[in-house]
């Protein structure tokens, strides 16, 4: 991974852009502080499905209970918040 800053990557975006179609990560900065990256169209593929896999806690869980049974009577309030 290497670092470029703003106003290089403007100056020469085809070879950072050509950079990361071979599998290099670009970052970014401005005022030395990273602020983006240029990454390979891989690694934004993988990000973006990984965020779309969004594991279900354990509320979503209890809130998909259908709770038809009349035993099981189902309390339709939100979850309480806790004081850690």
């Known amino acids: 991974m290497s670092n470029v800053t703003l106003q290089d990557a403007k100056a020469d975006l085809s ?3 050509d950079r ?3 599998g ?3 970052r970014i900065t401005r005022d030395g502080i990273a602020v983006a990256a240029i990454v390979p169209i891989e690694a934004a ?3 973006r499905d990984a965020a779309a896999r969004r594991k279900p806690g354990l509320v ?3 809130m998909a209970f259908p709770g038809d049974d009349a035993d099981l009577e189902r309390n339709r309030s939100p979850s309480r918040d806790v004081d850690l």
Do not use: G, K, P
Request: no cysteine.
């Open 15 to 17: 070879n950072v852009v």
């Open 20 to 22: 990361a179609a071979h």
């Open 24 to 26: 290099e990560i670009v």
């Open 45 to 47: 593929d993988a990000a």
């Open 60 to 62: 979503d869980h209890l």
